[in-house]
């Protein structure tokens, strides 16, 4: 059974940072190109970041310079570095496979104050 659990979020200051990870488990993890994504309130679930298996990282405009994905294959695990945090990149952030799972993990929060 697959398992996506994002951990890492919490509240910081506008021009603080934050790394999320998210641990998979009965995936092959290694095979597959993995992204991070986000939801606010108001918003649906957005892309921000995407990983292919060769390593080469896309990025959505509005966080380009500031965070930054990775992903450690031996231990089935992504990652996003998040810095320079402005008020608007506070969200629910998720991780999951590309092609997506037809689920999703229970996400971290992130909270920036102003």
């Known amino acids: 059974q697959v398992q996506l659990v994002e951990s890492g979020g919490g509240l910081v200051q506008a021009g603080e940072s934050l790394r999320l990870a998210c641990a998979t488990s009965?995936?092959?993890?290694?095979?597959?190109?993995w992204a991070w994504y986000r939801r606010t309130p108001e918003t649906k679930r957005e892309f921000v970041a995407r990983i292919t298996s060769g390593g080469y990282s896309y990025y959505t405009d509005s966080v380009k310079g500031r965070f930054s994905i990775s992903r450690d294959d031996a231990k089935n695990t992504l990652y996003l570095q998040m810095n320079n945090l402005k008020p608007e990149d506070a969200a629910i952030y998720y991780c999951?496979?590309?092609?997506?799972?037809?689920?999703w993990g229970q996400g971290t929060l992130v909270s920036v104050s102003s």
């Open positions: 009965g995936s092959p993890f290694s095979a597959y190109e």
């Open positions: 999951n496979r590309i092609p997506n799972y037809n689920f």
